[in-house]
């Protein structure tokens, strides 16, 4: 086990040998993560195991937790997401190699011959944000009650639209005919 996390590695010689990696790593580390927090404070809990499937396939097993400063897309203000995501990805050289790996697999692609592990996890952290962060209604300081959908006409206002013909004014620009 080791708390020191590679910028790149070896899948196949790691996952022969069995490797696990844990530790914290920076949120500020992670330039496309930082792009869409609103504070790069803090830091990420992971846990990286290597190992073989029965297919000899070299699997990448792990799991990532941090607390993400993000903004509240109803009211604005800052919201500290938990964000936790659990991953099970198999290494892959080519595209075409992901469609015979079994559905709970996820591919990776290892580029070169290696994969960047803070990319790794910086993608898993991005992919649990969901698309439109939000504070739970009862905390949020906009009123989602006041935010219901309500009707913009009358019924009867409605009716007198559908009854107008919408071309009526046309036939006054019409010009009159003088015999």
């Not at 708390?3 to 899948?11: A, C, I, Q, Y």
């Not at 990420?44 to 941090?66: C, E, N, S, T, Y």
Request: with cysteine; aromatic share 4%.
């Amino acid at each position: 086990m080791s708390s020191r996390l590679p910028d790149f590695v070896d899948p196949w010689r790691l996952s022969d040998l069995g490797k696990r990696f844990t530790g914290e790593l920076e949120l500020r580390r992670m330039p496309r993560l930082v792009n869409v927090l609103s504070n790069s404070g803090g830091s990420a809990a992971f846990d990286l195991v290597f190992g073989r499937d029965g297919k000899r396939r070299p699997r990448i097993k792990g799991r990532v937790r941090a607390v993400l400063a993000l903004q509240c897309q109803r009211c604005l203000e800052p919201l500290d997401y938990p964000a936790e995501a659990s991953f099970d990805l198999a290494v892959i050289e080519v595209d075409e190699e992901a469609v015979s790996l079994p559905d709970e697999v996820d591919p990776v692609i290892a580029t070169e011959g290696r994969i960047g592990l803070r990319e790794l996890l910086e993608e898993e952290l991005l992919l649990a944000i969901p698309q439109i962060p939000r504070h739970e209604a009862a905390v949020c300081k906009v009123d989602v009650s006041a935010m219901q959908s309500t009707p913009i006409a009358s019924e009867s206002r409605q009716k007198e639209t559908a009854e107008a013909n919408p071309f009526a004014v046309l036939s006054e620009l019409k010009p009159t005919d003088k015999n």
